[in-house]
């Protein structure tokens, strides 16, 4: 968004745009997000893989409410820098994935959330983890905040 804002403007004028740029948008080693262009030759996935109709569905899901632009708003709207250490004092938990931007280290997690309670380094998934390891992500989020659980966490 602040290296190429002019390209904004696909994510409003048309959903083709707005495809575009999301299939465009880089993973740590500058690549477009890999799990998803593969995903486009993939009409069906017995192995949990994305398919195509599940790209056009993420798509759709921000074309038809055009969130698009008001999702990137935060980008616009915060002054501090992205990567630095936040203070945050609620529960707080950091699942890192190889193919995001930054791989936060434990040391940097554990000096920005004080109250960190998970903190694991996976093996797949970048910038889109959600959209691009669904069941990883979700089993990263329950394992994250287990210990919250009104019943200690012995029930899935």
Known sequence: MAARPQTLYGIVDSPVGLAAWL????????????AVAAALDRATSTTGELTRDEILDNITLYWLPNTGVS?????????????????????????????????????????????????????????FAAWEEPELFSAEVRAAFRSLRTNGGTHE
């Open 71 to 127: 999702a990137s708003r935060l980008y616009w709207e915060y002054k501090g820098g992205f990567f630095n250490a936040k203070g945050v004092a609620i529960p707080v938990a950091v699942s890192v994935f190889p193919g995001e931007q930054y791989q936060a280290p434990r040391s940097w997690a554990e000096q920005a959330y004080p109250n960190l309670i998970y903190f694991n380094e996976v093996d797949r998934g970048g910038h």
């Open 23 to 34: 299939l465009d948008h880089n993973d740590a080693d500058g690549q477009p997000a890999a």
